[in-house]
């Protein structure tokens, strides 16, 4: 007990120590969360009046950025596979930055949702046992299940493994290795049961289409390895880390990969939304060319679809993909541009038109933007602070033994002989 | 054997979570009072419809001051129609018709009686019953308006059926109904919605 | 939660003071105005004596019980009899301290072989929006955000597609050439919007309504994006109704007072039409073109409808078994 103790203390201290250019990091975070709580006390107060949704676009940011996370919480963790499959040694690493990514962003995932809700205080309606929990009905419980699910495993897993490397005890495989094949699958889930929320909409025909699951799947693989990228890159400049090149490299060719599926399977959406006008067509002529003089989103998606064409022509090239001064910029843009669309362009074009046809646009108010700003700013607190334990235990600074990486990957590699 | 275990455990955790439907409740069955019934019909001063099979509709009665023809349309006061009129005019000079184009006041309206309607088919429609005389030449209507399909029901869903009459809803001379100039539409456009 | 129980746990000073609500409220009579000017207003009530004060904090401090009590109850599908007995005296006290209105809050079940269906004729609509008007009024909705349930479309002749009509038409109507076509919640029987409702806040009555327990609601919209026909509305804000428009004949499950956050939606009236009346908007409409009865029937004038009409209802391809008919002469 007492040892658990410390290991959070030390983290603690760990968390909040490091060079002024961290504390900086830290304050503008803090900022951030600032404005979001300032943001949510006005949202708390008055309502959901306060944000830029209405009648006809219900869901707007919250719900769009939900989706997104929940993407980039899945992508990283989904990096195992080919992590087998290549018998990548440092891979292993990726793995649990993907964890504590995939914590940060859940972190995000859930506290979109519960910005959105009107009642947040009667959430407890929900929980079994005290409340009435829909299930196996609505997708939502199912989402709930599958994120509480994750974040629990993903919380669990490098905290097992962390603490024992604190303790200068090896973490013993056969406990952890099944949880780390199971949060692999789980991963899977979370954005199948994210992307079904939408699908199971059976009457929007934006959004029901088989397609779209596996449209997730796709971005995440391409959003999560990005900023997975990125990560990398900081934590290589930030700290005395050792990442190596192959294992971006390798990264980057999985990305690749990924943003290829993504754009396949963007263009064929695009296909059969556009060869003929239907009435279900709406949404994607609002979103791309916008209707009856109605188009405020266009420049976006279009933005975002040139980005990512670019960006992903660009680490098509091996010589460029290995080159990290263009593969991080690279990465950067095809994380914002997959962003725009997951987010921006998917969730809000599907109530425009409405139901019934009616074309109400929605732009978000300051609050909503402050709100997804404050939390932005504490997933990206919480995914440094998870880095920066994971780092100093992973170097040695809090620990006595070392090695810590090389079991990660025999752990792997004994997984794969059997 | 963790593995199996965890798996066991959520399965728990999806089963307990399975919230189980709850069961209906009903009330007793609506059932109108005879006492009601009554009511409502001296209310509307509702009498049966006058078509075999169908005694259990009522129809709404016309008020009052309609009824009375009779009132100036008497043998004794025939001396002194004429010297009634404006100069010039013919009497009910005020009703203009506009009814199925060369209709005259005796398309419909006894000469003897105005109170008694001419009809193609029922010749023994007033104007209490005047749905009759309307359905001789309605007749699509007149079915649509005995099933339920066409005018107006002026009790509620359950219990005795009161129905309005023909002349309540369309004016007789001119049946179309005039155009009306609709309610504001209480349109939820964001501004609105917003603080305000 | 202990006080939903009401007479049942018994001795408690929660539920005492819930089944003396009558009781204070005859008592504080004389002084009930006052105090609640206190309450609402605060600054205006500056004159009071101190004895109003000392009730107006008596009240206020009632209203936040009666609150605190509101956010604890349960379920309403899970709730005894007793429990719904003294949730429904919470919630006619509230009415009372928050906007002086005796209100009756009704919590009439299902009645035994009945199923609401509905049909429009859209040969016969004038568009007069009497019945939007008539909704509003009967439902207790928001006057600042003109929430609607009802929408009226004006439509060409020739096009079917609602989603080519016109709610915003400002002008005398009926035009000619141009036909009107209501939409509401359909109740369908296969609904969308309770399947995806988390919570199970939201579900469909025996007699075929498909009602909200505002309570519990936690805003989350999913049925909201479930819904095919746009037929659901969000308490975006705190609904405001002017005291004296207020309807105090209410349900508990219908037109009762609702708070911010919470989603809401047409309920056939079920206030009216489990009394046997018709819904406010059949009753205010001027040409007869709504219909209301029972399914289950067969003398009733929407089965005549369905027998002798030709039919239709909106995207019929969804399999969501909407319970209204467009039908024409």
């Known amino acids: 007990m007492r040892s658990i103790l410390n290991f959070f203390i030390s983290g603690l201290v760990v968390v909040f120590s490091g060079s002024v250019k961290y504390y900086l990091w830290l304050g503008l975070l803090l900022t951030l969360m ?182 997730f799947l796709a971005s995440a693989f391409t959003a999560g390895p990005a900023l997975i990228i990125v990560i990398f890159s900081i934590i290589r400049q930030a700290s005395a880390y050792k990442i190596s090149d192959d294992t971006i490299n390798k990264l980057a060719m999985v990305m690749m990969f990924a943003a290829y599926a993504n754009l396949v399977m963007l263009f064929s959406e695009i296909f059969k939304e556009f060869y003929w006008n239907s009435e279900h067509t709406a949404h994607a002529r609002y979103l791309f060319f916008g209707l009856d003089g109605h188009h405020a989103v266009t420049p976006f998606i279009w933005s975002s679809v040139v980005s990512n064409v670019l960006a992903t022509l660009l680490i098509s090239f091996r010589r460029l993909r290995e080159n990290h001064a263009v593969l991080v910029p690279a990465c950067l843009v095809l994380f914002g541009a997959i962003w725009v669309e997951k987010g921006l362009g998917l969730v809000i074009p599907g109530f425009i038109p409405s139901q019934l046809g009616e074309i109400v646009e929605y732009l978000p108010t300051f609050v909503e933007i402050f709100v997804t700003l404050g939390i932005i700013g504490f997933g990206l607190f919480t995914l440094t602070a998870l880095l920066k334990v994971f780092i100093w235990v992973e170097t040695g600074a809090i620990s006595s033994k070392g090695g810590f990486a090389e079991q990660m990957d025999a752990a792997i590699k004994k997984k794969d002989q059997t | 054997m963790l593995k199996n275990s965890f798996i066991a455990g959520l399965a728990c955790l999806v089963l307990a979570g399975c919230s189980k439907e709850p069961e209906p409740t009903y009330s007793d069955p609506l059932e109108q009072s005879e006492n009601d019934r009554q009511e409502l019909i001296a209310e509307h001063r509702a009498q049966p419809v006058e078509i075999p099979g169908y005694g259990h509709v009522y129809v709404e009665g016309p008020e009052t001051k309609r009824k009375n023809c009779a009132r100036c349309h008497k043998p004794e006061l025939e001396p002194y129609r004429a010297e009634s009129l404006p100069p010039g005019k013919d009497a009910h000079w005020d009703i203009s018709i506009h009814h199925a184009g060369d209709m005259d006041c005796f398309s419909c309206h006894k000469k003897e009686d105005p109170n008694q309607l001419v009809s193609v088919i029922d010749k023994n429609a007033t104007l209490e019953t005047s749905y009759l005389h309307c359905g001789s030449c309605h007749k699509d209507q007149f079915k649509s308006w005995l099933g339920g399909a066409h005018g107006k029901r002026l009790t509620g869903w359950n219990g005795v059926r009161i129905i309005r009459n023909c002349s309540e809803c369309h004016n007789p001379h001119a049946p179309e109904r005039p155009k009306v100039i609709p309610i504001a539409q209480p349109t939820v456009t964001p501004e609105r919605a917003k603080r305000h | 939660m202990k006080d939903d129980k009401g007479n049942k746990c018994g001795g408690c000073s929660g539920c005492s003071s819930s089944d003396s609500f009558a009781d204070m409220a005859l008592k504080k009579k004389g002084s009930r105005r006052g105090a609640l000017a206190a309450l609402l207003g605060g600054a205006a009530t500056a004159a009071a004596s101190s004895a109003t004060a000392a009730i107006a904090t008596d009240e206020e401090k009632e209203l936040k019980r009666i609150k605190r009590n509101e956010f604890f109850q349960k379920y309403y599908r899970v709730m005894d009899e007793d429990e719904r007995a003294v949730t429904i005296k919470r919630f006619e006290r509230k009415s009372k301290l928050q906007y002086d209105v005796d209100a009756t809050i009704d919590d009439t079940s299902a009645r035994p072989n009945t199923l609401f269906g509905y049909a429009f004729n859209i040969s016969k609509c004038e568009g007069s929006r009497k019945c939007i008007d008539a909704c509003i009024t009967e439902n207790n909705q928001d006057r600042t955000s003109n929430m609607a349930y009802i929408k009226l479309f004006e439509m060409e002749e020739g096009i079917g597609s609602v989603h080519e009509g016109d709610s915003e038409y400002s002008h005398e109507t009926p035009v000619d050439g141009k036909y009107y076509m209501g939409t509401q919640c359909f109740h369908c029987e296969n609904p969308p919007c309770t399947k995806a409702c988390p919570t199970g806040a939201t579900w469909k009555e025996p007699d075929g309504i498909v009602v909200v327990d505002y309570n519990w609601c936690i805003g989350c919209r999913y049925c909201e994006a479930a819904c095919p026909y746009f037929a659901r509305r969000f308490n975006w804000k705190e609904p405001e109704v002017p005291k004296d428009e207020i309807n105090p004949y209410q349900h508990y499950l219908g037109n009762r007072m609702r708070t911010k956050g919470v989603m809401e939606k047409c309920t056939f009236c079920i206030q009216r039409t489990r009394k046997g009346l018709n819904p406010a908007c059949v009753e205010a409409c001027p040409t007869g073109a709504r219909v209301f009865g029972n399914l289950l029937d067969p003398d009733s004038e929407i089965r005549w409808i369905l027998a002798n009409k030709k039919v239709f209802r909106l995207k019929e391809d969804l399999g969501t078994e909407p319970k209204f008919w467009y039908y024409m002469d």
């Open chain 1, 34 to 215: 600032l404005f979001g709580a300032y943001g949510y006390s006005i949202q708390f107060k008055e309502g959901l009046v306060a944000t830029g949704m209405h009648d006809h676009v219900s869901w707007g940011i919250y719900i769009s950025n939900f989706i997104f996370f929940v993407g980039v919480a899945a992508g990283g963790v989904m990096l195992v596979i080919p992590a087998y499959i290549m018998k990548d040694k440092d891979f292993s690493k990726v793995v649990l930055i993907g964890e504590g990514l995939a914590v940060a962003a859940l972190v995000m995932a859930l506290m979109f949702v519960l910005a959105d809700l009107g009642g947040v205080m009667r959430f407890w309606h929900m929980l079994p046992g005290i409340g009435y929990f829909h299930f196996p009905e609505s997708m939502l419980t199912w989402d709930v299940l599958v994120l509480n699910g994750y974040l629990a495993l993903n919380l669990a897993i490098p905290a097992y493994i962390l603490y024992c490397r604190y303790n200068g005890r090896e973490p013993v495989k056969k406990i952890y290795v099944p949880f780390v094949i199971l949060s692999v699958f789980w991963a899977f889930g979370i954005h199948l049961v994210t992307a079904f929320l939408l699908v199971s909409v059976a009457a929007n025909s934006f959004w029901s289409s088989a397609i779209l699951g596996p449209r």
